[in-house]
């Protein structure tokens, strides 16, 4: 070159992996919107992005697990037409997924070799099968026997294999996605090591995970996806952590105004007894490190951190839906032990999923049954609810909250998501809980149905109601709450009045801080 | 009327009239009646005295009769089996049941002293009773508590149960007669066979029990999605083993029922196959197998169409036994159209229609 | 770029996703053999049932009682290889006993028409293989639940057997009466029946077609877990529908023995050997969920059974019926003690 300019690298060399205007749409939902994508040979690339963000559907669309609407992916410049995995894999995309996809009753040579092991007079060869896994593990200088079964090595081990796997279909693209998110600092390291031997192999590394320490210590660059669209692509020099977080969770505001900030000092100076429930070293091994919590009568509590940060399981450990394996709960004052989600709700404390569809409505059922499920199934089978009071309540709800369409002879399932959040909204106030633990109530709904959530949530406190507000939008967070708990990792770091909290701050917790 | 849709629409008539149109042209429940009436019509050709109802001794007597009174074990089995189906289970021990109640009452009575007194056959088929609740608990126990999969659990009772019958009668076909008993399967009250009223009662009792209190909903809302319903605080544990019992009641009912009919319990062929004729005459009514919203109305025209479909049969003169196959592939074919993908499909063609029709109306304005 | 701090405690249990470490309990994974132990299980309740019946009645203690076992039980052993394939993908065949039926109905009123043996048997084959192959078409293409499409065949096959005819037909035709009564002998007082020799060779055909061959080793990924087997490009779908048309292959060539041992066709023959076959299978160490077993383990459940059945027959006051009830009770106990080895999938 006649310019002696320092260039990137990554700017003279062809793209291994180049997708452009990638759509893909399921029912009600844009999944993509036209998304570029591209890597290079001999790089580990971050995908990064929140809940719906867009990551998983991009990552299927490349392994041909989704068919994408429109747009074109090439590898290695030529168009890529795939029909499923198996077809990805022959091209060169090879993916080791979270749920590792392997089989664990089966041997560690089968699971190398499965569906290519040699033969010999049309039946395996199993020593030649062994003999040829055994040289692909000794490439990531993995010293364990190939005759042995799977999961008598640990998980760190097993994602090894996966990676062995893959190798032997000589992968030119490897995708790796969380495969971190249940090893040990120890094993990580183990895994960044064959990473980086791949690297320098001319392997190119799509590297997924939710740990920022990881991403900074593994990925050249990454590319932010956000509601399924694009944010940008940055070479990690040039991205700081609490820029990166920003474009993760930024959102804009603009419907939110009309909710004014006096909400969260309401209750701050009352003067406040025993909290209305109380966490001493409450945890659970592998979804949430031991941590206290505690929350006063009519006050909000915002959550925030990271998908992946631990958020929905320290809920989760709060409203019996999950068992905790140590420390204790205490409910005005008292330990309590809630088995159950039923226990909790005869406490008064109701948890509203994150997944509405999966653990919140019944979809076949009308909009007054799914209403009154909770305090029907509270009340026992046998002494139902009146038809006269199941039409008021239903009645009431659907106008207080405003609920469309606003016969509640709807069934559930017609409604939009909006509606149906309300519907569950409802159903949880029906109860009249004094503990109400909202996960992500507002994701994946308009911003005036949005708005009308934030403003009940507040209304509800200034009542009385406490309530746990987990969301992944930090300024709905930060607008709603008395208190913020801030969660990274899995554990709980931080514990703020929401007096004068910016939104920096908070980010910069999320994002551990250290460059900030 | 659809059971759970019409719940309680006590007031006003304006209403039942729309709830009655509604439930008319309510396509789970045409195609059923329809079946029905196109067989009955048959039938009707076939032999023209079908339809007609006379009356001896002051007893009601005829082919509809018949069909009501042969019909009613199938009724009473198939409503438990719905209510099973509809949280999601299925309960494939109710043969097994049915052989095991008849040898039971017929065992007790065939030991008493008396066969004919009255005391000795309530005895009986309350002890039968009692002897089918702890089967369906024992299902229950193993679906609800010890998590096995419904069609396992029930499967050990389908025939490990036929031993327990064929322990009972040792081995032999027992014939026991008994006056009082014979009443339940084969007698008369009020001019109507006492199986009809037994299995009208209870069948009311049911649709009664299940919108009067909340089961019915809660039986839809853990059969629909068992998750959620969990974190709404329902006890599915509780649900899932009433409606076991309740199956296993039902089949002891039929069991008591038909051995009474014919004087006899034989553990090898009572209630052979019943069970299929109850998941028939279930999604026949239109209750899906995958379970969730359900239909006992429909479930009971369901049953009758089958044991139409049986008189049918005979009355043309193919054998009998035959019906086996027809009824299989009946259950194939309604297996079939459940099936999600036949669904897509059909969402498909419809949506098609859809537009190739829209069009055509556009240009009309 | 920042240094990695934190260190997170090992978590052994993540929650949500099914992971791979959790298969093994405790200590358990550990052991180089854990993946025989459920057979050695069998063996050892093998070895002790034998043991008690040797104990308890004279003349049970003979090579020919043992003989005898695969002799009268030489069908179920193909039947139970047949449902170990199905098992093994995590399905379950519930047609088999009627499939058997159909198979003594079709040999024995093709033999009364005077058909030749070797196109009866063919005929009995293909018809078992195709139901197989048609019920696994359902499964597959329509997504039907395992367990509803099996049993729709079987109510199927037995609506065909009483098609056919509703009355018993008796076998006079020389073949079969000839492989009925011939005795192959071993030594000294010990014969097998030919129908043994058939059992072993599908036995040994089933062992080499599961660990030797590429379809085998498919059966066991299904199990595992049918969705990681498919993103691992294997040919899931297409061994899924094999399976079904293995079981049902096998349940016809168990009808066959089953003539050879009965020399006759009946409609309510093998009623509830369905469970038969499935509690040999659970019984011989395979796991219900699938991924996880051994035909020969299977074959040594359907022992387990046979030696039952003997010890209740040499017991005399002991009704028959009482092997149902037995079995049953086996099935349960081997399902309960797989769900408390097996932790739970979410």
């Known amino acids: 070159m006649a310019e002696p300019e320092e260039s990137d690298p990554m700017d003279t060399t062809v793209p291994i992996v180049e997708m452009n205007n990638i759509s893909i749409s399921f029912p009600g939902v844009k999944a993509l919107d036209s998304v570029d994508f591209r890597m290079f040979p001999g790089e580990v690339h971050s995908l990064m992005g929140e809940n719906g963000a867009g990551k998983s559907t991009l990552i299927k669309a490349l392994t041909g697990v989704y068919k994408i609407d429109s747009g074109s992916i090439h590898l290695d410049g030529k168009p890529l037409v795939v029909t499923g995995p198996a077809d990805a894999q022959r091209a060169g995309i090879s993916t080791v997924y979270q749920e590792v996809n392997l089989l664990t009753n089966l041997s560690v040579a089968e699971n190398i070799m499965l569906g290519r092991e040699p033969r010999r007079f049309g039946v395996i060869d199993w020593r030649a099968t062994r003999a040829r896994a055994a040289k ?48 040990d600092a120890d094993e990580v390291a183990e895994l960044f090591r064959v990473i980086k031997g791949l690297k320098d192999d001319g392997v190119a590394i799509l590297f997924v995970s939710h740990f920022l320490d990881q991403v900074y210590e593994i990925a050249d660059r990454l590319t932010v996806l ?22 993760m969770i930024g959102r804009d505001i603009a419907a939110l105004d009309d909710l004014d900030s006096k909400t969260r000092a309401a209750v701050a100076d009352a003067d406040v007894g025993v909290p209305f429930m109380e966490a001493v070293g409450l945890g659970r091994k592998g979804s949430v490190e031991p941590f206290n919590f505690y929350i006063n009568e009519g006050e909000v509590v915002g959550l925030a951190g990271l998908l992946g940060s631990g958020r929905t399981e320290l809920a989760r450990l709060l409203s019996g839906v999950d068992r905790p394996d140590g420390g204790e709960l205490l409910v005005e004052g008292s330990p309590r032990k809630l088995r159950t989600a039923r226990a909790a709700l005869k406490r008064r404390i109701a948890y509203s999923s994150e997944d509405r569809k999966r653990e919140g409505i019944i979809e076949d059922l009308t909009v007054r049954d799914n209403i009154v499920l909770a305090l029907q199934a509270d009340r026992g089978w046998f002494r139902r609810i009146s038809r006269k009071r199941q039409d008021d309540l239903a009645v009431s709800y659907i106008s207080a909250l405003g609920i469309r369409p606003s016969n509640p002879e709807t069934l559930v399932r017609n409604l939009s998501g909006g509606n149906q959040q309300k519907v569950l909204l409802a159903r949880w106030l029906a109860i009249a809980p004094r503990l109400l633990i909202l996960d992500e109530p507002t994701r994946g709904i308009d911003v005036g149905a949005k708005a009308e959530i934030q403003r009940l949530v507040s209304n509800l406190a200034e009542e009385g109601m406490s309530v746990v507000f987990i969301s992944a939008e930090l300024e709905e967070v930060l607008r709603l709450s008395h208190r913020i708990v801030v969660m990274r990792d899995r554990k709980k770091v931080a514990d703020l009045e929401n007096e004068d909290v910016t939104s920096g701050q908070v980010m910069t917790l999320i994002a551990s801080g250290a460059d900030a | 009327m659809m059971t759970e849709g019409s719940a309680s629409r006590d007031s006003d008539t304006e209403s039942r009239t729309r709830t009655l149109l509604r439930t008319a042209t309510h396509s789970r429940l045409i195609w059923p009646i329809l079946a029905l009436v196109v067989l009955l019509a048959v039938n009707a050709i076939y032999s ?9 001794d002051g007893h009601l007597f005829g082919s509809l009769i018949d069909i009501l009174r042969n019909g009613a074990p199938i009724v009473l089995v198939a409503l438990g089996m719905t209510l099973v189906i509809a949280t999601r289970g299925i309960d494939l021990s109710v043969g097994a049941v049915v052989a095991i109640s008849g040898a039971f009452a017929l065992s007790i009575i065939g030991d008493a002293p008396d066969p004919n007194s009255l005391g000795v056959v309530l005895l009986a088929v309350g002890a039968s009773l009692v002897f089918a609740l702890i089967l369906g608990a024992w299902n229950g126990l193993l679906v609800s508590v010890f998590g096995i999969q419904p069609f396992i659990a029930t499967l050990i009772l389908m025939t490990a149960g036929r031993g327990i019958a064929m322990l009972i009668t040792e081995g032999q076909i027992l014939t026991v007669a008994s006056a009082p008993y014979k009443v339940i399967g084969g007698g008369y009250w009020f001019a109507l066979p006492a199986s009809i009223i037994i299995a009208g009662v209870l069948f009311a009792l049911v649709a009664v029990l299940t919108r009067k209190t909340a089961l019915g909903v809660l039986i839809e809302s853990v059969g629909i999605n068992p998750q959620a319903s969990r974190l709404a605080g329902v006890g599915s544990r509780t649900i899932i083993w009433t409606v076991y019992v309740f199956s296993a009641v039902c089949a002891g009912i039929a069991g008591l029922m038909i051995s009474s009919n014919v004087t006899a319990a034989d553990a090898n062929s009572a209630g052979l196959w019943i069970e299929m004729d109850a998941i028939l005459a279930v999604v026949l009514g239109g209750t899906s197998l995958a379970g969730g919203r359900y239909s006992l109305t429909g479930t009971l025209i369901g049953a009758f169409v089958l044991q139409t479909l049986t008189t049918t049969v005979y009355s043309i003169g193919i054998a009998p036994e035959i019906t086996l196959v027809f009824k299989a592939l009946v259950v194939i074919a309604v297996v079939l159209l459940q099936a999600p993908r036949t669904r897509a499909g059909f969402a498909k063609i419809r949506r098609r229609q859809a537009l190739t029709a829209s069009p055509s109306k556009a240009t009309v304005v | 770029m920042s240094v990695p701090t934190k260190t997170r405690l090992a978590p052994s249990e993540p929650r949500g996703s099914r992971t791979p470490g959790e298969s093994a309990p405790g200590l358990l994974r550990y052991l180089p053999s854990q993946r025989y132990t459920s057979v050695l299980v069998t063996l050892l309740l093998l070895v002790a049932i034998f043991a008690v019946g040797s104990a ?113 037909i008796s076998i006079v035709d020389p073949f079969f009466v000839d492989m009925a009564n011939a005795r192959i002998p071993l030594g000294p007082g010990l014969r097998i029946a030919p129908s043994v020799i058939v059992a072993l060779a599908v036995v040994v055909i089933a062992f080499v077609v599961l660990h030797y061959t590429r379809t085998g080793r498919t059966v066991y990924a299904i199990g595992n877990g049918g969705p990681s087997a498919m993103l691992m490009g294997l040919p899931v779908k297409r061994t899924q529908i094999l399976v079904y048309a293995i079981s049902g ?42 991924g996880s077993g051994f035909v020969l ?11 039952i059945q003997t010890i209740i027959s040499f017991e005399g006051t002991l009704s028959s019926w009482w092997t149902r009830i037995v079995i049953g009770s086996l099935l349960l106990v081997f399902i309960l003690l797989q769900k408390l080895l097996t932790p739970r999938r979410r």
């Not at chain 1, 956000?226 to 474009?247: C, F, M, P, S």
Request: charged fraction near 10%; aromatic fraction near 8%.
């Open chain 3, 249 to 290: 292959f096998c349940s016809a060539i168990a009808g066959v023995l089953f003539t050879f041992y009965t020399l006759s066709g009946y409609s309510l023959t093998a009623v509830g050997m369905e469970l038969d076959a499935i509690a040999a299978v659970v019984i011989g160490g395979t796991l219900l969920t699938g």
């Open chain 3, 56 to 168: 308890r009645y004279p003349g049970f203690f003979s090579g020919q009682v043992v003989l005898n076992l695969f002799i009268d039980n030489a069908f179920l052993i193909v039947l139970a290889v047949g449902m170990t394939f199905v098992i093994l993908t995590g399905g379950i065949d519930l047609s088999v006993g009627s499939v058997v039926a159909l198979s003594t109905m079709i040999a024995a009123s093709l033999l009364q028409s005077g058909w030749s043996p070797p196109a009866v048997i063919l005929t009995v084959l293909v018809v078992g293989s195709t139901l197989g192959f048609l019920v696994g078409l359902v499964i597959y293409y329509f997504d039907v639940q395992p367990f509803i499409a099996t049993l729709a065949a079987m109510f199927l096959a037995r609506g065909l057997c009483y098609v056919i005819s509703t009355s018993s």
């Open chain 3, 297 to 307: 383990g299977s074959v040594l459940g359907v022992l387990v059974l046979g030696v």
């Open chain 1, 226 to 247: 956000r509601n399924g669209a694009l944010v940008g692509e940055y070479r990690i020099e040039e991205i700081l952590r609490i820029e990166l977080v920003h474009k």
């Open chain 2, 48 to 56: 023209p005295g079908f339809l007609s109802i006379r009356v001896q």
């Open chain 1, 136 to 183: 692909i593990l000794r490439r990531l200088h993995l010293d364990i026997d190939p005759a042995s079964q799977l999961n008598a090595h640990s998980l760190a081990v097993q994602q090894l294999v996966a990676i062995a796997r893959s190798l032997d279909i000589n992968a030119k693209v490897l995708v790796l996605d969380e495969p971190t998110s249940s090893l």
